[in-house]
């Protein structure tokens, strides 16, 4: 089976504080991908990547930066988080026409 | 651009009861179209998916078919469970490998 591992399940952070949220698959995947999930507007796209080193932004790009030193590893990074990035973010690596999902992590910024 | 519009809930039903969630999209073409399960504290994960025209894709009793017609890709099953109470989403695949999703219906099934 497929497994994407996502670091954290929780996490409290303050605001202005810089956040790691780190994203691992185990199949070789090329395509990564980073949502954001929030009530009433279902996944919105972050970031994504087609192979190491290489990122796309998607449609709320503004305030994260990604890095993909790694084929396996996709990290989103907050620069300097702020409240209106607690959000539950989701990881999921891609092949073929399925993509696969991390569990998820609650990211709560106070 | 591509889009995918699901019906809003939440929805609740007596288990036994019959389950529809309408889905329709927007694109060009062919695109590839999937429904996603996410139980409570998880992830999501795949349901089932139908890559052309006409195909049904099932799954747990779940089944959807691709309408190019009406740009339609409904999620039905005849009998729902409690353990069916989930977020479901709708989702398009189409050029370029980038996945819309709707916004997620929630279904609660009460014994």
């Known amino acids: 089976d497929v497994k994407v591992t996502q670091s954290s399940r929780y996490l409290v952070k303050r605001t202005g504080e810089k956040v790691f949220l780190e994203c691992v698959q185990d199949?070789?995947?090329?395509?990564m991908f980073w949502y954001r999930q929030d009530p009433g507007l279902g996944l919105r796209l972050i970031y994504f990547?087609?192979?190491?080193?290489?990122?796309e932004k998607g449609d709320i790009p503004e305030g994260y930066s990604v890095s993909r030193e790694k084929k396996e590893r996709f990290s989103l990074i907050l620069e300097s988080a702020s409240t209106n990035q607690t959000s539950m973010y989701l990881c999921a690596s891609q092949k073929g026409t399925e993509a696969f999902f991390g569990q998820g992590t609650r990211l709560t910024v106070v | 651009g591509d889009s995918v519009t699901q019906m809003e809930g939440p929805v609740t039903l007596s288990e036994e009861a019959f389950l529809t969630i309408n889905c329709t999209y927007t694109?060009?073409?062919?695109?590839?179209l999937f429904w996603y399960v996410q139980y409570p504290g998880e992830g999501l994960q795949l349901l089932l998916k139908a890559t052309k025209a006409d195909d049904k894709g099932s799954n747990k009793g779940f089944e959807a078919t691709y309408r190019k017609e009406t740009t339609s890709f409904h999620l039905e099953k005849g009998s729902v469970q409690v353990s069916d109470s989930a977020v479901y989403f709708c989702a398009l695949r189409h050029t370029g490998n980038q996945f819309y999703f709707g916004t997620g219906t929630s279904l609660t099934v009460i014994p």
């Open positions: 199949m070789d995947h090329e395509n």
């Open positions: 694109a060009t073409g062919y695109p590839s």
């Open positions: 990547s087609y192979d190491v080193k290489m990122k």
